[in-house]
């Protein structure tokens, strides 16, 4: 004989709805209700002074029922070159409309040689799904219950600051990595966490 | 007529109890029907050589009935602007030290003047409510003790006049100065309780 929960299912009594979480190898993550297919990713990513969408960063993600606040954390690695600081400009965009407030800039200490600054950088938001009107600058909405596309943009400051590079490794085991190989890049983490 | 689950309750599927989230942003948070306020950081805050309340990373909270442990999280942008910035963190519970949760950080040294560090801080502990007496220094607090309001937060200073940081600060946008929106950096503060 079954649990008495097991014929009778109850909510969780948390307000912690589901979490999604992946790193870009092509899986499918299965939420409650929906399926969620990882892009697959091959190699790491530079950057130039125009803004580009940070590969893994971008999900379609529909909330569940009840949903009312999305945290949403892409957490990836800066840096690998001899770009000085690397200084470079972070945007979070919702259905191609920038949260303003969610911007940030990240940059090591300068230095005009050796650029060695390699950094993990947490790129999180809090999404307020209770507003009585969207207020899409400020993260605020009032009505997402369907899908929508969440993603981080970056370029670099300038080209003397730019070619910062998103989860590259240039050294393992007292030695360079060897261009090419798989070890030269490693994958982003992204999570997406509803909470009602 | 009520609901089954009221006749029967099921225990939780997991051991948290309730998750708190938001940016500094003034915004309001409500969660099993209790509501929470933010800060509302609206410009950067230079530190000094004494500690100080980092704005934006106090919150007010009563952990429910069967937490067992609270964690506690704030993220926050930092920016070195004299060599390599050494500043400060330390989180406070209703007004008493946590001394564990004591951290410095700093980007690398330069004296060039270009001083370029800017990454992100992040506070962090999780208090121990199973414990029979109090030892907030510790970050331990026996539950009987904790069943209303109390303040988190952190506070920040610089390592000397010379070292100076700042906070909720982003410097640079599309290749020049930020201002305005982009350039203050609101933190995000979170609350879990587990049972």
Request: glycine letters at 10%.
């Amino acid at each position: 004989m079954g649990n008495f929960s097991t014929f009778f299912p109850t909510a969780s009594a948390s307000n912690l709805l589901e979490i999604i979480q992946y790193v870009p190898d092509g899986r499918t993550f299965q939420g409650l209700s929906n399926n969620y297919v990882a892009p697959t990713m091959t190699n790491y990513q530079g950057t130039t002074t125009s803004y580009v969408d940070i590969f893994g960063s971008n999900i379609t993600y529909t909330p569940p029922e009840g949903t009312r606040y999305i945290r949403y954390e892409y957490n990836t690695k800066q840096g690998g070159t001899t770009a000085r600081s690397g200084i470079t400009h972070y945007k979070l965009y919702v259905d191609s409309t920038e949260v303003q407030n969610a911007y940030k800039n990240f940059s090591s200490q300068y230095y005009t040689t050796y650029g060695y600054a390699e950094f993990p950088v947490s790129l999180t938001y809090s999404f307020d799904l209770t507003a009585a009107s969207d207020d899409i600058a400020n993260g605020k909405f009032s009505n997402w219950t369907g899908a929508k596309e969440i993603k981080w943009m970056a370029r670099g400051y300038n080209t003397t600051y730019d070619d910062v590079r998103f989860n590259y490794n240039t050294w393992r085991d007292g030695g360079g990595v060897t261009a090419g190989s798989a070890l030269q890049w490693n994958y982003p983490l992204l999570t997406v966490t509803a909470y009602s | 007529m009520a609901n089954l689950t009221d006749i029967f309750p099921a225990p939780t599927s997991n051991n948290i109890i309730e998750v708190i989230e938001g940016v500094a942003d003034g915004r309001t948070v409500t969660v099993n029907d209790n509501s929470y306020t933010f800060g509302n950081v609206t410009t950067t805050t230079s530190l000094s050589t004494s500690f100080a309340d980092l704005p934006g990373s106090s919150i007010t909270y009563a952990p429910p009935a069967d937490t067992k442990y609270v964690s506690y999280k704030c993220y926050f942008k930092f920016w070195g602007i004299d060599y390599g910035g050494i500043s400060g963190y330390r989180i406070v519970l209703d007004g008493t030290v946590v001394n564990y949760s004591n951290r410095h950080i700093s980007g690398n040294y330069s004296n060039g003047g270009n001083n370029h560090a800017q990454f992100l801080g992040m506070a962090m502990f999780v208090f121990d409510l199973t414990v029979s007496s109090d030892n907030i220094a510790a970050g331990q607090i026996a539950k009987s003790n904790w069943t209303s309001d109390k303040i988190i937060k952190v506070q920040a200073r610089d390592y000397s006049s010379s070292y100076d940081g700042y906070v909720n600060y982003n410097h640079w946008f599309d290749g020049g100065g930020a201002s305005g929106a982009r350039q203050k950096d609101q933190p995000t503060i979170q609350i879990i309780a587990y049972g």
